[in-house]
């Protein structure tokens, strides 16, 4: 139990920093980067693809909590 807990907050600090990321990298946009160069750019980036992943590790986590706690 208390391991899927901490692979819960892992995934959850995972995206977070995903989500942190990306949202930095939206400032490319008003500097004249267009839509298709921000995905591609984004796409080459490590810690864009914590997003992704933090959000599996926690569907993973809340699936394998057993719910049937008394």
Do not use: Q, T
């Amino acid at each position: 139990m208390i391991g899927y807990i901490f692979s819960f907050l892992i995934g959850f600090g995972l995206a977070i920093i995903g989500g942190v990321s990306i949202i930095a990298y939206f400032n490319f946009l008003p500097a004249g980067v267009s839509w298709i160069e921000y995905l591609e750019f984004i796409s080459r980036r490590i810690e864009c693809y914590f997003l992704p992943l933090g959000i599996i590790l926690m569907a993973i986590s809340l699936k394998c909590i057993p719910h049937n706690i008394e």
